[in-house]
Structure formats: C-alpha cells, structure tokens
C-alpha cells in the first residue's frame, strides 16, 4: 500500500509495509529522537539554546 502526498511537487510516495517496518525496529532512543524531530516546538528550543550558547549565554554546569 502506497500514499502520495499532495504537498510536495514530486508527489513523493511512501511505502506504508516499508515504514512500519522501520518503526517497528527502532529501539527507545531512536523512537524518543524521532518523536524530538517531529515536534517543531521541541526543534525551536533545541536551536535557540545552541543560537545562545554559540553567543556565550549558557550557564556552566558548575553554576546550574
């Protein structure tokens, strides 16, 4: 069973045997990392707080 989707301009297609696979397979940390990935809210933070520590605004581990 494949599904195309109509938001990209390939029409890219997904193979839903293939996915679940692949899912299945993954371990906890590969599962946590891909649920991390998928939540924009979670992406924001992480790139604001490397955005602020490249700048020097973190707190040492020592002082947190």
Request: glycine content about 4%.
């Amino acid at each position: 069973m494949t599904i195309s989707s109509e938001s990209s301009s390939n029409f890219n297609l997904i193979n839903l045997k293939r996915l679940a696979f692949i899912l299945k397979s993954l371990d906890n940390s590969e599962f946590e990392t891909l649920e991390i990935l998928m939540d924009n809210d979670a992406i924001d933070i992480i790139g604001q707080s490397c955005h602020e520590c490249d700048e020097g605004k973190g707190v040492p581990i020592d002082q947190w």
